[in-house]
């Protein structure tokens, strides 16, 4: 895929897709990681002289003008991690848009009002896309985090002009290739998580792909419970029983080790400082609920990550909002962010809970690459095609 390197941008009007979708709370940005991410494509296009157009979606207000969906309350944050003024235009398309860009120097950042504010967005109307890129000369796209949306600005435009991938994606897609694209083996995959009925197709595609494969948070009840074991009272899909089967099977067939916990921290509720004991996972009693995984575990799951080369992770290991059952979390995070270190381990994250998980663990800066994706980065470690991102290949 083109990159930065490879178009002219002195002059340009460049339409930047990136994900302004960030947590806020009474009109100030909560968590400016996203924001700190796209920084580097953003002022390189200005430093160079093209004018940064940014396109971008907040929320989901399904082809409404919703006023609490407003990108314009996302500026001030983008002006401060930038260190320079940014405009915004009160609509993405037409003459509000047109006289807003008319106006720029080159260099200037001008943010356009939510995409999804119209229904061709989602729908990847190439009428949409037509009025969207009739303000652009190029599109980047920099939005790894929505490249599971065919959307318009994620991939319809990218038919409409010619589109190159900005720093983050180019970044992300890199880590991403070096987790399970041509990984240095062995590779591990730890997942973690209430849910299997989320993560079947991710299970799935990882027994085919990775070396060994730790199954740990509420998920790893639901195995336990194929294999015969009592669970008590802890969070478990009992009506997924075969397919956890099937995915054990299918591991075992692929030469992939899966990891299951030997002992828990098992409590009678479902809260801080619960009293609690380790227990082994034969006898877990039948008011007991496992929180986290127990310290044999971690330690059989802290030797797999030190045999190996490559991790990739996805959600915690035990109940990590709640103290201690954080404990398994922190602890293998901190080996993987160790052996990273150390020049050992290329560690990946990303998806939902994980980044909170790993900041919880104090090892944010420290593993290879952490992924601000949600469910892109799930549908990647599905092995699905991801439509942002393959319109740039092509
Ligand atoms: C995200 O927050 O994960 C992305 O911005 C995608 O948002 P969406 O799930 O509303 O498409």
Redesign the pocket.
């Known amino acids: 895929f083109k990159t930065l390197d490879d178009v002219e941008l002195s002059g340009k009007r460049v339409l930047v897709r990136v994900?302004l979708?960030v947590p806020m709370k009474d009109g100030e940005v909560t968590d400016t990681t996203r924001i700190d991410r796209i920084v580097p494509t953003l002022s390189e296009i200005s430093e160079k002289g093209g004018k940064v157009i940014i396109l971008a979606?907040f929320?989901?207000p399904k082809g409404e003008k919703v006023p609490e969906m407003s990108l314009k309350q996302v500026v001030p944050a983008l002006s401060k991690a930038l260190k320079m003024p940014v405009g915004f235009a009160e609509d993405c398309i037409g003459d509000v848009a047109k006289a807003a860009i008319d106006n720029m120097a080159n260099g200037d950042v001008l943010v356009l009002e939510n995409t999804r504010y119209y229904k061709g967005e989602e729908k990847n109307d190439p009428e949409f896309a037509a009025q969207l890129g009739a303000n652009g000369d190029l599109l980047v796209a920099d939005?790894f985090?929505?490249s599971h949306?065919a959307h318009v600005s994620t991939e319809g435009l990218c038919h409409h002009m010619p589109a190159v991938a900005g720093r983050t994606m180019q970044q992300e897609l890199e880590a991403l290739d070096a987790a399970l694209g041509t990984p240095n083996r062995p590779v591990l995959a730890v997942v973690g998580g209430a849910k299997v009925s989320t993560k079947i197709d991710l299970l799935e595609n990882l027994v085919s792909k990775v070396d060994g494969l730790v199954i740990g948070g509420g998920m790893a009840n639901t195995f336990l419970a194929a294999q015969g074991k009592d669970v008590g009272k802890s969070l478990c899909e009992h009506d997924l029983a075969e397919t956890a089967k099937r995915i054990l099977v299918a591991a075992e067939k692929a030469g992939c080790e899966i990891v299951l916990p030997t002992d828990a921290l098992v409590a009678k509720e479902f809260a801080a400082n619960a009293p609690h004991e380790v227990l082994d996972v034969d006898s877990i009693p039948a008011d007991g609920m496992m929180l986290d995984v127990g310290p044999k575990s971690v330690e059989a799951v802290v030797a797999w990550i030190k045999k190996a080369n490559t991790v990739v992770w996805n959600g915690p290991l035990g109940a990590f909002e709640i103290e201690p059952f954080d404990t398994a979390t922190v602890a293998a995070a901190q080996a993987a962010a160790e052996e990273t270190k150390a020049g050992k381990l290329t560690s990946v994250a990303g998806g939902g809970d994980t980044v909170s998980a790993l900041n919880h663990a104090g090892v944010y800066d420290d593993f290879s690459y952490i992924s601000t994706?949600?469910?892109?980065f799930l549908e990647w470690m599905e092995g699905k095609a991801l439509p942002g991102v393959e319109v740039l290949k092509a």
């Open positions: 994900d979708n979606h929320g989901r939005a985090s929505v949306r994706a949600g469910g892109a």
